[in-house]
T-cell receptor, first 115, second 110 residues
Framework: DQQVKQNSPSLSVQEGRISILNCDYT??????FLWYKKYPAEGPTFLIS?????DKNEDGRFTVFLNKSAKHLSLHIVPSQPGDSAVYFC??????????????FGQGTRLTINP | EAQVTQNPRYLITVTGKKLTVTCSQN?????MSWYRQDPGLGLRQIYY???????DKGDVPEGYKVSRKEKRNFPLILESPSPNQTSLYFC?????????FGNGTRLTVT
C-alpha cells in the first residue's frame, strides 16, 4: 500500500517556466512533509519541507503548498533552470510513540528542464 | 565536511555469497537508516537505528541484517543475497535536521 504517491513519473518543462510537481498521501497521521532532490550517482538531498500547521512554505525559487483536506502537496519551482533537472521525491512522516520520524517516500518524478 | 559515507559504491556478487555494505557518518547523529531504491517504488526503508544497540525493522527488512555497535557506523549485512536484492541502497542519518543521505551503493546479485 503506497501511502505517498507521485503519479507523474516524469515532467518536462521549458527553462524559465514554472515546474509543478505533485504528491498525494493517504495517511492522515502524517504531519511533516519534505521534498528531496536527487541527481544521478548521488544521494537524495533535502530541498524544502512543510509542517502540517502551515499551508505554504517558500525558499527562494521553491515553494511547497500543502492542502490537508485533499491530502495533497505540490512543489513549485519558479523560474525553472537547467540545474533543476533531477528526480524529485516527496516524503512524509508522522511522529511515533518514541518521537521518531519515519519517512515514507513517493516513487519520484523525473524533472527535465529544456533550454 | 559533514557526510555519510557508504562503501562500496558498486558491487556485483553471486547468489548466496554473504556481503556487507558499510555506512559511516561524521555528524554524531543518533538516528541512522537504510533505504533501497527501485524503479516505480521510490525509496523504501529496510532498517533503522535510534541509537547504539537500538535497531528496528523498516518496511522491507526480509533478507537483511544490521548492527549498531558504534554511533558512527551502521553496516547493512546480506547473509545470503538473492537476485531480488539487486537494487540501489542508501544509508542516511539524522540529528535535529532532515535525513542526510550517502551517495548510494549499487548492488547486483546474479
Amino acid at each position: 500500500d503506497q501511502q505517498v504517491k507521485q503519479n507523474s513519473p516524469s515532467l518536462s518543462v521549458q527553462e524559465g517556466r514554472i515546474s509543478i510537481l505533485n504528491c498525494d498521501y493517504t495517511n492522515s497521521m502524517f504531519d511533516y512533509f519534505l521534498w528531496y532532490k536527487k541527481y544521478p550517482a548521488e544521494g537524495p538531498t533535502f530541498l524544502i519541507s512543510i509542517s502540517s500547521i502551515k499551508d505554504k512554505n517558500e525558499d527562494g525559487r521553491f515553494t511547497v503548498f500543502l492542502n490537508k483536506s485533499a491530502k495533497h502537496l505540490s512543489l513549485h519551482i519558479v523560474p525553472s533552470q537547467p540545474g533543476d533537472s533531477a528526480v524529485y521525491f516527496c516524503a512524509a512522516s508522522a511522529r511515533g510513540i518514541q518521537g521518531a520520524q519515519k519517512l515514507v517516500f513517493g516513487q519520484g518524478t523525473r524533472l527535465t528542464i529544456n533550454p | 565536511e559533514a557526510q555519510v559515507t557508504q562503501n562500496p559504491r558498486y558491487l556485483i556478487t553471486v547468489t548466496g555469497k554473504k556481503l556487507t555494505v558499510t555506512c559511516s557518518q561524521n555528524m554524531n547523529h543518533e538516528y541512522m537508516s537504510w533505504y533501497r531504491q527501485d524503479p516505480g517504488l521510490g525509496l523504501r526503508q529496510i532498517y533503522y537505528s535510534m541509537n547504539v544497540e537500538v535497531t528496528d525493522k523498516g518496511d522491507v527488512p526480509e533478507g537483511y541484517k544490521v548492527s549498531r555497535k558504534e554511533k558512527r557506523n551502521f553496516p547493512l549485512i546480506l547473509e545470503s543475497p538473492s537476485p531480488n536484492q539487486t537494487s540501489l541502497y542508501f544509508c542516511a542519518s539524522r540529528g535535529n535536521s532532515p535525513l542526510h543521505f550517502g551517495n548510494g551503493t549499487r548492488l547486483t546479485v546474479t
